[in-house]
């Protein structure tokens, strides 16, 4: 695995003719202007906070609808239960591609185009049904006894959800946190279906365009490349012992 990523690393160092003639070596002479051309351009960091305003707003919107429904679904008995719940994980076998045509017209007819809603709204339709049957499983290990301890305490139902539950489930909270991001960072059908104003584009989505303004230049391409997985290599990093810990807790409680 770190072998495309070192080589992608240094050929972004090279020149494009030393590209072709040393493709596997050192760079002879290290060019950081492919970097730092790339580093300097505000279009790239426009679609670095296109993509990280997207990425967060998806997030918040899939972990506080989904820790309801499955608060909903693990604590509470009401006719249709299970039923609603095998609906929600029927998002499960839908792929976007399936979806994309329905999805564009349907994004068109609310004026939701060149809107971040357009991506923001669909991606967490797509998100939910997983994080539903992450959280579920993780809300229905939480002891009854607690609840009745709260109860008895005087907390409602939503006191012990936000008081009791949540604290308690951090580790899961992180995990679908952490699949959220990850997955809305790269996504590129959907914002290329809806945004045409390239002041919204998204990383994935300046990767292509990048490719193919300098298809010749493969040396710019992959320092590109790299830039552009930095964010996210850099946020896995950070998040990598919480998502790790969330499927351990997850594993262990199952």
């Known amino acids: 695995m770190a072998v495309p990523l070192l080589y992608a690393v240094l ?7 030393e590209l072709s003639r040393n493709p596997v070596g050192l760079p002879e002479k290290w060019v950081t202007s492919n970097y730092t051309d790339i580093l300097g351009s505000s279009a790239f960091w426009r679609m670095i906070g296109s993509s990280t305003f997207i990425a967060i707003a998806t997030t918040v919107v899939v ?3 989904s820790a309801l429904a499955a608060f909903s679904f693990s604590r509470f008995a009401f006719p249709g239960r299970e039923a609603l719940f095998t609906l929600f994980t029927m ?4 792929p976007f591609a399936v979806v994309a045509l329905p999805l564009f017209l349907l ?3 609310m004026d939701l185009l060149d809107n ?3 991506v923001i709204l669909p991606q967490a339709a797509f998100g939910i049904p997983v994080t539903i049957v992450i959280l579920r499983g993780f809300f229905r290990e939480i002891p009854a006894e607690l609840e009745e301890a709260a109860t008895l305490d005087g907390c ?5 959800f936000w008081r009791v539950l949540l604290p308690m489930a951090r580790p899961a909270l992180g995990t679908v946190s952490v699949l959220a991001v990850v997955g809305s960072w790269n996504n590129f059908l959907l914002p290329l279906l809806v945004f045409t104003d390239p002041s919204w584009w998204t990383i994935p989505i300046g990767v292509q365009q990048f490719q193919g303004q300098y298809s010749a230049e493969y040396a710019r391409v992959f320092a590109y490349l790299v830039l552009a997985m930095v964010p996210a290599l850099a946020f896995y990093s ?12 997850g594993a262990t409680k199952g």
């Open 11 to 17: 050929s972004g160092f090279k020149t494009t003719d």
């Open 91 to 94: 998002g499960l076998m839908f």
């Open 156 to 160: 409602g139902p939503l006191g012990f």
């Open 107 to 109: 994004l068109r007819s």
């Open 116 to 118: 971040p809603l357009g």
């Open 63 to 65: 972990v506080g609808v």
């Open 238 to 249: 950070v998040a990598e012992r919480q998502l790790v810990g969330g499927l351990a807790a």
